[in-house]
């Protein structure tokens, strides 16, 4: 066995995750020179080369960045056999990373977290909310709540649930515009977009009898967070697309009214993404298994 020393691998991973070696030595609290040999002598074990190194930052190479994969695997892995010899075996321990769109979160998401941290008090979660995309494997996130197609081969994908976009917008905006009939109609119309996938999502699909119409839409205002967009809605300033899992406390109390009840919209399915199959904590496993139980009830 060539690594003797896991220390060398907590060097390696904090060094990938902050860029250098003087920042990876404070987080670990050892000295810059110490990590510099630390790592020096990890090279000289494996007899590849880990980082490329300049004057500013440490860039990892194709070979570094396979073993601090496999790093955070073990860590892993190391801190669930911990867990299962020192506390109660049915017990679920430790961080859970969890990422996940600003509206689903707001809506739906806070009440079952909290309810599943009172199950499992040896948990603390740490919630990291927004709609911009997030590089899960890099940013060390142990499941993702996500809308769309899986594009990342590197992760595995468990559908959440398939929730069609509902076309709606509140009574007030309603009284003042009459409302659309046909998508083309939405033309005539201040349609509130967001950023979908990174990319503003401004052209609109329906169908009816299987035949698509596309719509590009406009309007005066557009966000990079979907939860205000239904802010927006619900104060009477234009028409909104959005995840009937999102909108339904607010289609349930008429604060928003569906429009276009004739029309079908695409499917946008929502998925937990994990970055690896090769090994689930079962902590991770028990909160995916647990939001699976909740949004089949919601369906």
Known sequence: MK??????????????RLGTLTAAALALGMTPAAASATLKRLETQLGVRLFERSTR????????????????????LLAEGESQVSADRA?????LRVAASSDLTRTTLLPWLDEFLKMHQGLQLALTVGD???????????????YGALVDSRLV???MAIPQP????????????????????????NCLTFERGGRRHRVWRFAQNGQWTEVRVNGDRSVDDASLVREWALSGVGIVLKSALDLRHDLASGMLLPLLPDWETEPYPLH?????????PSRVR?????LVLKFEALA
């Open 57 to 76: 930052v440490m860039r990892i190479t194709a070979q570094g960045q396979v073993l601090v994969d496999y790093a955070k695997r073990a860590f892993d």
């Open 91 to 95: 017990a679920l321990v430790g961080t």
């Open 132 to 146: 911009k995309p997030l590089d899960i494997v890099r940013d060390e996130v142990d499941v993702a709540l996500r």
């Open 272 to 280: 937990a993404l994990l970055p690896s199959g090769r090994f689930v």
């Open 3 to 16: 690594i003797e020393n896991i220390t060398d691998l907590h060097v390696l991973v904090q060094t990938a």
């Open 286 to 290: 028990a909160l995916v298994d647990f």
């Open 166 to 189: 509902v076309l709606c917008a509140s009574p007030d905006y309603l009284r003042r515009h009459p409302a659309p009939q046909t998508p083309r109609d939405l033309l005539q119309h």
């Open 157 to 159: 994908a468990r559908v």
